[in-house]
């Protein structure tokens, strides 16, 4: 693997083998191995926590780190090219870890780039780190990621970690449910995909009837941002909202999961119960991430 | 000591066992032992000078950070709760330091943190790294802690760094001399505290018939964001500013302290007296901040 | 050297000898004899690519970095002097790479700071790693520095590199070609300076008629934010623009330098041509900072 661009694309055995290499991450200490490697952070949009990952995850392996993020990125306003940044960046860097607005910019990036360039998020595109650390996750909560009854809940239309996991569906044919708020559900060509791939779906308006059925629920952020006010918002979401009354009827081994931050989609008296299973998904970002780099790096 | 949240009930002990571990970081050139730990800077609130000494601290031990400020923290502005942006912190790094404008968020942070909380200021509530560093450059400078005769100047009403000093010179008993500007007097909460541990001091509107009394004066900027204009605070701080003259009869052992940063409120030519400590201060907050992060890191 | 602070009156042997050690550092890899070390950024105007060549060259030499830019930068905004700004960031650090807006800053920073100070750029005083970057390339590409026929295009009147690069011809009496947009001309007090040196030139409106002799092109940015719009902008540039078509009559080793980032002054077409150099010039920058830093550190 030379670039982490999409994992729309990628081979079951090359997202099988990437788990794998997060897995030893996870078991044994770290190793400095990236020792004298340095990561550049590219973040032409701002994302804190995968930017943080990733930073966390080089310097664990021994390596270190430069980058910028939006708020200082100043050659951008001066109006240069995402190409001419990126080559600079690669002079400097032995890898190049890219957020952008648009999509299609970290494949633009991989172009110009003689270095490894790793999509964090461009655009409604793809967030392939994201992807596979919910991947790995699922296996690792279930013990495998065929055949699995999985609940896509919150705002399907927009939610880009929701449509990058999708399309990895495929190799894994799970029993999709969706469940959205009136104009948040799944786009048309997504469902067109599922069903193109074959994987059984059903969209809904409520959990409630679901939930006994399921293996896992994964939940997404419903954006403030996207509603003139925050009492629209309040109502709207409330439905949607993960409670410790909504799962008294769920499997024992069912998990929640949720790419954070959350606002008010799952209750915090949620965290206690053996179902809350975020925190873990956020944590195992730190071991798939460390897996990436020493994939692309050594 | 498990969190650094606060010095207000920190006993006597403590405090000392601090002091004397910033005294050997002083005295002996760093020993790497904190290689391959990751300390997490979560500025809620801008603030450089604390950041970059925590941030040289770690490095100078051989350890390193990751982390984010004001400016580019993008999961509060989502919406995300202080906690769980702690819970995400504390897997990434092995301690946090964070200044967040919340009183009381430092504690906070500490009830969903497995990893140690260090407080970089939580709104007008506790700054105790700055006390320790004042205690510290106190204790060098007189040879002792106890009995000293301290006079406090400037902004005693907003001034955190006052606050969170006085609450330790329960323990050293020194005589306090209070020197505010109208308006910016000391709080009477705070003066009934002193009253209640038996700390003798007496409240003036000018420094100059104290000077030759004082082992210490510590000075603290009277910030110009509270005035109208610029002309109004010029007028009201001019008493209050230290300079050579007001300096003459002082005892050749005074010191002079200040947080830092500073406007006018000591005279530049007062940089060169040996009188003038200030400096002198902000270093020795490195070797407090290495002894900090020495004792909740190892 | 003690400080880095201009390139104007700096020896013709103190510059060769620079010129000699970022030589090593290209041909050899780098050595981790900056371990321990930390160096400041202090970037109180933004500058992604100055700033993160340094932080990499200072990593790559095994040292690290702490630092701030002006988005995160508070004891200003405080209202705190350059000077104690310095006097602090000098007891944190083992050396200081200044940027400020303000010309003579670099320079009244040397004065309070008792570790070595480097200017990134003094407002539109001078540059010096860049201008030493340049003449890195400038002698790498043509094999020597002594009577070369060199063409400057674009904005003359505020290009600090340019400014901070003539300066230094004084060692080399190049052959100069002034080509500027009406209004953006050399300042008659830099054409004078050029005749009391005694350094040939001639002032062009168009590329044309010359380029046939030269062996340097050295392009500046003409800022968009000079113009009242964008189509005035785009009219005036078109002329100084560098396109294949221009560069058919040239010499084979004509190459084209350009400080970067760059707009619309260079054709995309051209950087497949060997004359492009631009690229090589910005990699060279990160030896000739290597080369800075070991001298100024060790």
Redesign the interface.
């Known amino acids: 693997m030379r670039h982490l661009l999409s994992t729309r694309d990628m081979p079951k055995e090359t997202i099988l083998g990437l788990l794998d290499r997060a897995d030893q991450h996870k078991k044994t200490p770290p190793k400095p191995n990236l020792q004298g490697k340095?990561l550049?952070t590219c973040f032409f949009e701002?994302?804190?926590?995968t930017r943080?990952?990733f930073?966390?995850a080089m310097?664990?392996l021994g390596g270190?780190v430069?980058?910028?993020?939006?708020?200082?990125?100043?050659?951008s306003k001066?109006?240069?090219s995402l190409q001419?940044?990126i080559?600079?960046?690669a002079?400097?860097?032995d890898a190049i870890a890219i957020r952008h607005p648009l999509e299609g910019s970290a494949a633009l990036a991989a172009e110009v780039s003689d270095k490894p360039v790793i999509n964090c998020g461009d655009g409604s595109n793809q967030h392939p780190t994201q992807t596979l650390l919910d991947l790995y996750t699922i296996r690792e909560s279930q013990g495998r990621l065929e055949g699995l009854q999985i609940a896509l809940v919150g705002d399907l239309k927009h939610g880009r970690t929701v449509h990058s996991l999708l399309h990895t569906f495929n190799h894994f044919k799970p029993r999709i449910y969706l469940i959205a708020p009136p104009g948040l559900e799944l786009p048309k060509q997504q469902l067109d995909e599922l069903k193109a791939h074959g994987i059984m779906f059903s969209c809904h308006q409520t959990l409630d009837s679901i939930v006994p059925k399921l293996d896992i629920i994964y939940c997404t952020?419903i954006?403030?941002e996207r509603f003139n006010d925050k009492i629209e918002h309040a109502e709207l979401v409330k439905p949607y909202r993960i409670t410790p009354e909504l799962l008294e009827p769920a499997k024992p081994n069912l998990r929640i999961l949720h790419p954070?931050?959350?606002?008010n989609e799952i209750d915090p008296a949620v965290d206690k119960l053996p179902h809350a299973y975020y925190?873990e998904q956020?944590?195992n970002g730190?071991y798939v991430r460390q897996a990436i780099l020493n994939t692309v790096l050594t």
Do not use: C, N, V, W
């Open positions: 340095i550049a701002p994302s804190t926590r943080l990952s930073e966390t310097k664990r270190d430069i980058g910028f993020h939006a708020a200082d990125h100043t050659s001066k109006g240069e001419d940044t080559r600079i960046m002079q400097y860097a952020r954006q403030h954070l931050p959350r606002l925190f956020s944590q730190l």
